[in-house]
């Protein structure tokens, strides 16, 4: 099972990007309950939970975020989305993807994708 995010990029302050993340190598069945999550880690900072949906949708957001970012998964196609709109500089990281495999509890990581918020 692999972890694929992408959809990171340059933009300057006020704009907007969406990341998207898809498990490969996951059937459905195990995907479905699934919870998942975006994460983000800055240079010299440590990695940190910008927000996570679970396997009944249910969603919830860091501080810093919310109200600009929305989170959204959708099953059928195995993958997880991160709206991102009115963007800051604060906001550059690395964004990674989190998959908690329901029936073992096991994390997955992706290889995360890089956004830079220019001002």
């Known amino acids: 099972v692999q972890l694929q995010a992408s959809g990171g990029g340059l933009v300057q302050a006020g704009g907007s990007l969406r990341l998207s993340c898809t498990a490969s190598?996951?059937?459905?069945?195990?995907?479905?309950?699934?919870?998942m999550a975006w994460y983000r880690q800055a240079p010299g900072r440590q990695r940190e939970l910008v927000a996570q949906?679970?396997?009944?949708?249910?969603?919830n957001y860091a501080v810093f975020v919310k109200g600009r970012f929305t989170i959204s998964r959708d099953n059928a196609r195995k993958k997880m989305y991160l709206q991102m709109n009115s963007l800051e500089p604060e906001d550059t990281a690395v964004y990674y993807c989190?998959?908690?495999?329901?029936?073992?509890?096991?994390?997955?990581w992706g290889q995360g994708t890089l956004v830079t918020v220019s001002s």
């Open positions: 989190n998959l908690v495999r329901n029936r073992d509890r096991t994390q997955l």
């Open positions: 190598g996951m059937i459905t069945s195990e995907f479905n309950p699934s919870d």
């Open positions: 949906v679970t396997s009944d949708r249910s969603t």
